[in-house]
């Protein structure tokens, strides 16, 4: 990795020292960088510090040449944010590394607020089939700088973060796309517009023979185009409809991909699959063979009268949307951390909704969002959720005829009760296991 070099016996520091910290020490030790490694955690600290010599890098004398800002560092929020800010140009991201040392490599960056990872994970279906050789990562899987050991040449799809995105400059990509913008983050970025320009980086840095893709179906599309326009992006632009491959959906014949948001996921695929002179019948092949991700509308047990589904990874209402808009007479368990100004709208949904129930610390934020549509009574966890819904079903004579559906979708995030969305989606299929199979 020649570009790599470069940072031969300069003076780098890595603050945030997690999974992407230590990708980023990893890569540059074998250049033989100087690393200047932090984090604020002291538990973080007490495990790294045998493998990485730690320094307040920013009380050292020395001249620190680059800041390597790990995805979770909000420079806002940081103890040393006037370090930072005073140091702005210095700052680059493993994002930036990645893209300097695989500029020769065709990099498929996927963006927005939900579907990404199935997104993703779609592209890569689609290109294996055609018998390529691909790697998926970045802000799902493994860390994108663990990618450069491998010595094949290969197509990189890389599912990217608005924090990810947020201190990245140099992100040049040959596909890129950004699938939806709905609020989230804010607590972050602050504002719809500061969370929108970190999605539109990936245009930025693309040259007339790249491709750009781009849905412009929301109350966010006009200044996405205006911003566009001011920027000049060089990059071949697609505005991608669901129905633009309404051919090929048509002859494909699996029911995970039958919801309207995975109806606008293959859209994106199918035409970046297109631009890669990819054949209609591969796609097809790979479409009928997708198995969805985990806690993404998944299918956890299913009879003649009923179906649980796990929809743990939706953090926001208009991520459960989707999984609302795809079932009927549905029992809806949902709770958690709210995202800061998430807007609610059940109008297309709320008769689909039997009953409602809440979970989480934050149940008169969400009993407020909802109550004036749907019957709801509060839970306060998953356990007591699950007992509520199979008394309710119980109680509920119309359902002898009639297949349920047991959701859960929180439309928030996980924090205040779990480690995080899987840890959450895995307790929920326990239970689900456990009363009904």
Excluded at 77 to 91: F, P, R, V
Excluded at 190 to 210: G, P, R, V
Excluded at 236 to 249: F, Q
Excluded at 353 to 362: D, E, P
Aim: charged share 25%.
């Amino acid at each position: 990795m020649l570009a790599y070099k470069k940072y031969q016996n300069k003076n780098i520091a890595i603050y945030g020292m997690g999974r992407t910290g230590i990708s980023v020490a990893k890569t540059l030790q074998m250049f033989g960088a100087n690393l200047f490694c932090w984090d604020d955690k002291k538990n973080i600290r007490k495990k790294i510090k045998k493998n990485f010599k730690l320094n307040k890098f920013w009380l050292n004398k020395s001249i620190i040449n680059k800041i390597v800002i790990s995805p979770g560092i909000d420079i806002n929020q940081s103890k040393i944010k006037k370090y930072l800010k005073k140091n702005t140009k210095k700052i680059i991201t493993d994002l930036d590394l990645f893209f300097e040392g695989n500029k020769s490599s065709v990099i498929i960056a996927i963006t927005g607020t939900n579907g990404k990872s199935t997104t993703c994970k779609i592209i890569e279906k689609i290109l294996k089939t055609a018998k390529y050789k691909v790697i998926t990562g970045g802000n799902i899987g493994n860390p994108i700088l663990s990618f450069n050991k491998t010595k094949k040449k290969c197509v990189f799809i890389l599912e990217l973060s608005s924090y990810q995105l947020q201190y990245s400059n140099l992100i040049r990509s040959k596909h890129a796309a950004i699938l939806n913008i709905s609020p989230d983050h804010l607590e972050r970025h602050k504002s719809m517009k500061s969370y929108i320009k970190a999605k539109l980086k990936i245009f930025l840095a693309q040259e007339k023979t790249d491709y750009s893709y781009l849905s412009l179906d929301n109350k966010y599309s006009k200044f996405i185009k205006d911003t566009l326009r001011i920027k000049k992006i060089k990059s071949n632009l697609t505005i991608i409809k669901k129905n633009d491959c309404k051919n090929i959906l048509k002859k494909i014949n699996n029911k995970y991909l039958e919801s309207n948001g995975n109806k606008k996921n293959i859209a994106f695929a199918y035409q970046i699959a297109k631009n890669l002179k990819i054949r209609d019948g591969v796609i097809i092949k790979a479409l009928n063979n997708f198995k969805g991700l985990p806690h993404r509308q998944e299918l956890i047990f299913s009879n003649k009268k009923i179906e649980c589904v796990n929809d743990s990874k939706a953090t926001s209402f208009d991520a459960s949307l989707q999984s609302l808009l795809s079932y009927n007479k549905i029992y809806w368990i949902l709770g958690g951390m709210p995202k800061l100004k998430d807007n609610f709208n059940l109008r297309n949904v709320n008769k689909k909704i039997v009953k409602a129930y809440i979970i989480g610390k934050s149940t008169n934020f969400f009993s407020k969002k909802i109550g004036k549509e749907v019957n709801y009574t509060i839970s306060h966890n998953l356990k007591n959720a699950i007992k509520s819904v199979i008394r309710d079903i119980n109680q509920d004579k119309e359902n002898i005829k009639k297949k349920y559906t047991i959701l859960f979708s929180p439309a928030a995030a996980s924090f205040d009760q779990f480690k995080d969305f899987e840890n959450r989606g895995e307790y929920f299929k326990n239970l689900v296991l456990k009363n009904f199979s």
